[in-house]
């Protein structure tokens, strides 16, 4: 009876909360190295761009060929302090991307907590992933966003500062 109770609790471990190698929070230093090794090629380098106002925020993105499934994607990021607020997966394609994609983030995340038209969605605490798809007639949009809505909450730090608007001119 031990072994068979171990047996299921094996089978039942929790999926980890992550696409692709990528999880939403992750640190900037493994999103940088994930992000290089499924670059395609040399020439496809991630290039990031800072804010004006601060180094501690910056976009990210690169095209990518994951070699398990030769799916491509293109891949970018905001990062806030050293660690990622949102990752975005975007690819087209023909119709069957869609369903493609659908059976791959089920086999990998579980069936999904909330479904909307072209859009579903898991969740855990404060963090998300996120299909949306859109097109028309025989083609698709995918992306695939993973949100960490505690990291994001941080950009507050880094808001321009409202201007003071200036005093009425006195008249004389």
Known sequence: MTLLLGFLLVMQAPRPFAYRGFAPGMSYRDFSAQARALAPTKDDILACQTMRQ???????GVRMRDPVDSARFYLSANVIEGRTSVISFVDSGK??????TQDDLRRHLGLPQRRERSMWEWTKGRRFIRLNWRGGRGWRVISITLNDRDVMD????????ARRPAPPAKKP
């Open 54 to 60: 601060s180094a501690q925020v910056m976009d990210c």
């Open 95 to 100: 119709v069957a991307l869609v369903r493609r």
């Open 154 to 161: 941080r950009i507050a730090r880094y808001r321009p500062r």
